[in-house]
T-cell receptor, first 115, second 111 residues
Framework: KQEVTQIPAALSVPEGENLVLNCSFT??????LQWFRQDPGKGLTSLLL?????REQTSGRLNASLDKSSGRSTLYIAASQPGDSATYLC??????????????FGKGTHLIIQP | KAGVTQTPRYLIKTRGQQVTLSCSPI?????VSWYQQTPGQGLQFLFE???????NKGNFPGRFSGRQFSNSRSEMNVSTLELGDSALYLC??????????FGPGTRLTVT
């Protein structure tokens, strides 16, 4: 059974710092990996999608990497801003005997950027 | 392009009742997946529909069911509601197992 772990569970940093969020997964037979952000009481906003054949993706101040063989992904946020405060979720779309099982999510990293 | 829409946004039901939630995917997307989010269990996969067929199902009891219509809109039904069914129900659409786009969710409270 696929399991996704995110470290740290919570993080509070001053504005302007660069930071790294970590995600690990137990089964490397993944189709893709996606990072999301969720604001309190809201739905999920897709940040970056990395296909299993890719090593990284970039969007603005965000960069996500994927090392499928070791079961790890990182989300790098450059020059953090108070508006980046949210919960960040990592999810993998993986194969099983019956086909893809939908996204398996980590518990998230609750990020607070102090002004 | 309009995003994923979910209705209603909030619902309050009593134990034993049933409820139907609706999801309209992004135009052109044929896959709709449903997820349950609770503080204790996080986000859990319920099921996926593609071209009106259930393609995959998570580990939820048979009280949770769904369907998809020819226009790709999907409904999720929960029968005989229990207190533990209180959650945020999210649907996601994609063209076919690629980037998932989520709706704002339906907040269900069971009393």
């Amino acid at each position: 059974k696929q399991e996704v772990t995110q470290i740290p569970a919570a993080l509070s940093v001053p504005e302007g710092e660069n930071l790294v969020l970590n995600c690990s997964f137990t089964d490397s037979a993944i189709y893709n990996l996606q990072w999301f952000r969720q604001d309190p009481g809201k739905g999920l906003t897709s940040l970056l999608l990395i296909q299993s054949s890719q090593r990284e993706q970039t969007s603005g101040r965000l960069n996500a990497s994927l090392d499928k063989s070791s079961g790890r992904s990182t989300l790098y946020i450059a020059a953090s801003q108070p508006g980046d405060s949210a919960t960040y979720l990592c999810a993998v779309f993986h194969y099983s005997g019956g086909g893809a099982d939908g996204l398996t999510f980590g518990k998230g990293t609750h990020l607070i950027i102090q002004p | 392009k309009a995003g994923v829409t979910q209705t209603p946004r909030y619902l309050i039901k009593t134990r034993g009742q049933q409820v139907t939630l609706s999801c309209s995917p992004i135009s052109g997307h044929r896959s709709v997946s449903w997820y349950q989010q609770t503080p204790g269990q996080g986000l859990q996969f319920l099921f996926e529909y593609f071209s009106e067929t259930q393609r995959n199902k998570g580990n939820f009891p048979g009280r949770f069911s769904g369907r998809q219509f020819s226009n790709s809109r999907s409904e999720m039904n929960v029968s005989t509601l229990e207190l533990g069914d209180s959650a945020l129900y999210l649907c996601a659409s994609s063209s076919n197992r690629d980037e998932q786009y989520f709706g704002p969710g339906t907040r269900l409270t069971v009393t």
